[in-house]
């Protein structure tokens, strides 16, 4: 099963406003990340967060992780077209070496 | 440019005829692995090394062979290919030290189809 859990799956917005996804997950890790894809071609990383941080800032981009909840964010702020995308939270469990295991993901449309 | 590089982009094939998806990295990364990506089932690891000779299964490693001969090169092989590989496939690579994970670099991706 998947360990990482996007929320929502879909998320529309126009240009300029905020986009806010969540990521649930069932076990202890090491760290979380997340990837953008877009259409059909590979991932790209975005964000690596560790257990033992809270939050982190990338540019647009401010990731938190709440250990307590099992749960992680990702806020892209002032959107643009080109963020465009699906957007996906991938785990390392504790003691699983470097396996990521990838949740559904969530698919982001910026309206210009 | 560090890169990962996938041959070749698009495949279709018959079901039964052996084929091989090539992987290729030029970061000196220990650690590969390969996923398969499904509409509604997300990234699924099928295999993964950590380095040179060591591989280990996945989540789904049913119909899947790999080999890691040399560092940067991690290929992919279906002996008997049936349509249910039918996949979009990526191969991945990263850095590996111990118990630390670290961001994975993705290839742009093999399109199989298998009729």
């Known amino acids: 099963s998947q360990q990482g859990e996007e929320d929502p799956q879909a998320l529309s917005i126009q240009e300029g406003e905020n986009a806010t996804m969540n990521c649930s997950y069932k076990?202890?890790?090491?760290?979380l990340q997340w990837y953008r894809q877009n259409s059909g071609r590979g991932l790209v990383h975005l964000i690596l967060?560790?257990?033992?941080?809270r939050e982190k800032h990338s540019g647009r981009l401010r990731v938190t992780l709440d250990t307590s909840k099992k749960s992680s964010s990702l806020l892209i702020t002032a959107s643009r077209a080109a963020d465009t995308a699906s957007y996906f939270c991938?785990?390392?469990?504790?003691?699983?070496?470097?396996?990521?295991?990838f949740g559904g993901g969530t698919r982001v449309l910026v309206k210009p | 440019e560090a890169q990962v590089t996938q041959n070749p982009r698009y495949l279709i094939t018959v079901t039964g005829k052996k084929l091989t998806v090539t992987c290729s990295q030029n970061?000196?990364?220990?650690?590969m692995s390969w996923y398969r990506q499904d509409p509604g089932l997300g990234l699924r690891q099928i295999y993964y090394?950590?380095?040179?000779?060591?591989?280990d299964k996945g989540d789904v490693p049913e119909g899947y062979k790999v080999s890691r001969k040399e560092k940067r090169n991690f290929p992919l092989i279906l002996e008997s290919p049936s349509p249910n590989q039918t996949s979009l496939y990526f191969c991945?690579?990263?850095?590996?030290?111990?118990?630390?994970?670290?961001?994975?670099?993705f290839g742009p991706g093999t399109r199989l189809t298998v009729t």
């Open positions: 991945a690579s990263s850095l590996f030290l111990g118990h630390e994970s670290y961001e994975q670099y």
């Open positions: 076990t202890s890790i090491n760290n």
């Open positions: 967060i560790r257990s033992n941080e």
């Open positions: 991938a785990v390392t469990p504790k003691a699983a070496g470097n396996k990521l295991t």
């Open positions: 970061m000196n990364h220990e650690y």
């Open positions: 090394s950590m380095n040179v000779e060591v591989t």
